[in-house]
T-cell receptor
């Protein structure tokens, strides 16, 4: 089966600009996660979707980050405005209901200058 | 709250040497534990999970509930084992299906 697709792979923006990341999970996977991975650290959950509903967004900085999964398939994560500390790899992962394994995309490496 | 601790950022060994990557966790219930691996320029992928009790690529991990540990072991390291290894915890029944990851251990196997 095709894996989790993310785009773009790399993005460089100036602080205070906006940026959006896109994720297409594995077909049939109801659960979708967005993680932020800062250099030297493990992935940190930003938001979890179950179909098109938000399950957990307690660690999402809602003053600048937003995410949606309108049709329960693709998802978009947006940062507006970006700060220097947002420089990280943004990982999307999906999981099939009844299975505990999460499948990850290649990630988007964001550099804020 | 759940927490995963990987005390070593870097582990450097020679080919053929035994390897043990440490993972300790804190969680009040009965979690499911995983090891994920990321090879150079590849995506994060599942290596093994404790409920499977299987050996993958020569690696094994035993869940020790008394010590709240889930160390990853391999008796004879190979150069192709060089990668980042992440320990992860998933809350048990009744908890959220949100994997929590440790900070990772970089394993370097020298020829």
């Amino acid at each position: 089966e095709a894996g989790v697709a993310q785009s773009p792979r790399y993005k460089i923006i100036e602080k205070r600009q906006s940026v959006a990341f896109w994720c297409n999970p594995i077909s049939g996977h109801a659960t979708l996660y967005w993680y932020q991975q800062i250099l030297g650290q493990g992935p940190k959950l930003l938001i979890q979707f179950q179909n098109n509903g938000v399950v957990d967004d307690s660690q999402l900085p809602k003053d600048r980050f937003s995410a949606e999964r309108l049709k329960g398939v693709d998802s978009t994560l947006k940062i507006q405005p970006a700060k220097l500390e947002d420089s990280a790899v943004y990982l999307c992962a999906s999981r099939r209901s009844g299975n505990t394994e999460a499948f990850f995309g290649q990630g988007t490496r964001l550099t804020v200058v | 709250a759940q927490r995963v601790t990987q005390p070593e950022k870097l582990l450097s060994v020679f080919k053929g040497a035994p390897v043990e990557l440490k993972c300790n966790y804190s969680y009040s219930g009965s979690p499911e534990l995983f090891w994920y691996v990321q090879y150079s320029r590849q995506r994060l992928q599942l290596l093994l999970r404790h409920i499977s009790r299987e050996s993958i690529k020569g690696f094994t991990a035993d869940l020790n509930k008394g010590e709240t540990s889930f160390h990853l072991k391999k008796p004879f390291a190979q150069e192709e084992d060089s990668a980042m290894y992440y320990c992860a915890l998933l809350p048990g029944a009744g908890g959220s299906y949100i994997p929590t990851f440790g900070r990772g251990t970089s394993l370097i196997v020298h020829p």
